[in-house]
């Protein structure tokens, strides 16, 4: 079946130490979106590529870095992980354009300890 | 990021009842609206989607759109258990139509 992958589904680091989470797709979709959700709280766009077009959101911290290496793969690096920054990520794709709706993957719950 | 809101809640609807869950939303140049279901732990699942003013119905599910109140409705008719959960309302942004903006969300709790 055609999907969302995202790896690993549960991720623990300590304060400052890198990480990154890997999500994949099989539904050949130009467009894939990182999103962190925290609880009880909306989901939060961080940035989304339109193919290789990178779109950052004005708020999204220098800390979070992307990148999409081809059609199928799309990285999110934190580069130093805060207490804060303790969330569900989620991985969506889309076709692309206004009447295309989101996919998601299964999200990776990091833990920063 | 845009604003998308939605009654927070929580909702509870005993089984068999219709539950309705609202949303408005500030960018009137949005198009694309959308109604996910998330259980606790998990992803959002696309419920419905809805382009066009008025109501579009699927199963037990109806979605209303109101563009010019700005408005968006989910109705859940003879709601189940399962259906308990957070119901998230989306849409997209205006400029590139990529971009899509989620309310805080709805909790529904059936009680059987």
């Known amino acids: 079946d055609a999907m969302v992958i995202q790896n690993p589904r549960y991720q623990v680091t300590q304060f400052g130490k890198p990480v990154t989470l890997s999500c994949s797709q099989t539904l050949n979709h130009n467009v894939m979106y990182w999103y962190q959700q925290k609880s009880s709280q909306a989901p939060k766009l961080l940035f989304h590529?339109?193919?290789?077009?990178?779109?950052n959101e004005a708020d999204t911290p220098d800390n979070f870095q992307s990148r999409r290496p081809n059609t199928s793969f799309c990285f999110l690096d934190i580069r130093s992980p805060g207490l804060g920054d303790a969330a569900m990520y989620l991985c969506a794709t889309s076709r692309g354009g206004i009447l295309n709706e989101q996919f998601f993957g299964p999200g990776t719950r990091l833990t920063v300890l | 990021q845009k604003e998308v809101e939605q009654n927070s809640g929580p909702l509870s609807v005993p089984e068999g009842a219709i539950a309705s869950l609202n949303c408005t939303y500030s960018d009137r140049g949005s198009q694309s609206f959308f109604w996910y279901r998330q259980y606790s732990g998990k992803s959002p699942e696309l419920i419905m989607f809805i382009y066009s003013n008025g109501d579009k119905e699927d199963g037990r599910f109806t979605a209303q759109l109101n563009k010019a109140s700005q408005y968006v409705s989910l109705l859940i008719r003879d709601s189940q258990p399962s259906d308990s959960a957070t119901y998230l309302c989306a849409v997209n942004g205006k400029d590139t139509g990529n971009q899509f903006y989620f309310g805080t969300g709805t909790s529904l709790t059936v009680i059987p």
């Open positions: 590529y339109y193919d290789k077009d990178f779109n």
